[in-house]
């Protein structure tokens, strides 16, 4: 199958890497899965950044496709950071979205979406990441990122998955019903795909609403590790929670210093006690006793947090040069 260059000014592909990997999938051949993060929508915990800038430092990698941002982003509301020095401005950290080629820990191929989630043209971009998954023989696509959840760091983290089809995800459990929440690229690309009989699932971890806007490695560690279940790959996921082990216990020594912190803490626990007493299973953002929140109830809630976001924090991936020029 032959691959195309570009798609109408907005992706770049390079063909020359896409050949030399071996991703020209002829029909019904079976290719890599793609996984994906784009920061921008809600990411509690940095879920997202902590998991991909893991898998870029770990992997050995290859860019394959660039996106045109200036196409897809709105620059005033994702402002990225420049450097100012004593009388002028010195660097420019470039916001951009990209598909990389990366290798497990076993030599098997994967491709990553990552970059800042676009704001405009919604519709347009996923028909060019659904033919670049048809193109490149894709399986199976898989996003990940962190959801602020009532729940205690001191009980085992849980999360919400979802799926094109039933069988993506039969072996986790729900306790949502039918709500209404934002919208994401992510959550349509999702949509989309399984419209078009393609499958594709994510995962929602739920991070300790305290935690929500620090890096929280566990919930990455806990990412990956289902990522891993699903996919087979072998992404270092050990390697992950040594390395940020350190850091981990220091937010939780922090946390125990502060008796407010450690109330909230204790008051979480018991409700999730009692939850799991009752039902057997972690991980549910609603009290047992309580009344199961509505959807504008949840919507609020993310809304609320995405409210708290501060569009300029570090950028979680590395910075590329304009290919536009």
């Avoid at 950071?81 to 820990?105: G, K, N, S």
């Avoid at 704001?119 to 490149?136: A, K, S, T």
């Avoid at 023989?137 to 085992?156: K, N, Q």
């Avoid at 050990?238 to 803490?265: C, F, G, I, M």
Wanted: hydrophobic share 40%; proline share 5%.
């Amino acid at each position: 199958m032959k691959i195309k260059r570009t798609f109408t000014g907005m992706a770049r592909v390079n063909r020359t890497a896409v050949e030399r990997l071996g991703l020209t999938a002829e029909p019904g051949a079976s290719g890599p899965v793609m996984l994906h993060t784009l920061k921008g929508f809600v990411d509690a915990g940095a879920v997202g950044h902590v998991a991909a800038k893991h898998l870029l430092d770990n992997c050995e990698t290859h860019r394959i496709v660039t996106f045109n941002t200036d196409m897809i982003l709105d620059y005033r509301s994702k402002r990225s950071l420049m450097t100012f020095e004593t009388d002028r401005y010195t660097e420019y950290e470039q916001p951009f979205m990209v598909i990389d080629h990366l290798r497990d820990a076993e030599g098997t191929a994967f491709l990553l979406l990552h970059g800042m989630e676009p704001d405009l043209q919604w519709e347009r971009l996923i028909v060019i990441i659904r033919q670049l998954i048809e193109q490149f023989g894709v399986t199976l696509t898989v996003g990940f990122h962190g959801l602020p959840m009532g729940v205690p760091h001191t009980r085992p983290l849980g999360l919400t998955a979802h799926g094109t089809r039933p069988g993506l995800t039969e072996d986790y459990t729900s306790f949502f019903g039918k709500v209404k929440v934002p919208s994401s690229l992510s959550a349509l690309m999702e949509l989309r795909l399984g419209e078009a009989g393609l499958d594709a699932m994510g995962f929602a971890v739920h991070i300790p609403h305290y935690f929500a806007q620090m890096e929280y490695a566990p919930g990455a560690v806990f990412a990956l590790q289902h990522v891993e279940r699903v996919t087979g790959l072998d992404l270092r996921t050990e390697r992950l929670a040594v390395e940020r082990s350190e850091e981990t216990s220091e937010l939780e020594r922090q946390l125990r210093k502060n008796d407010d912190a450690v109330a909230v803490v204790t008051a979480l626990e018991q409700q999730f006690d009692r939850f799991t007493a009752q039902v057997g299973t972690p991980g549910r953002l609603i009290d047992a006793d309580g009344p199961i929140p509505t959807a504008d109830e949840l919507a609020a809630e993310f809304e609320r947090f995405l409210a708290q976001q501060d569009g300029n924090q570090g950028e979680a991936f590395p910075t590329v040069g304009d290919p536009w020029q």
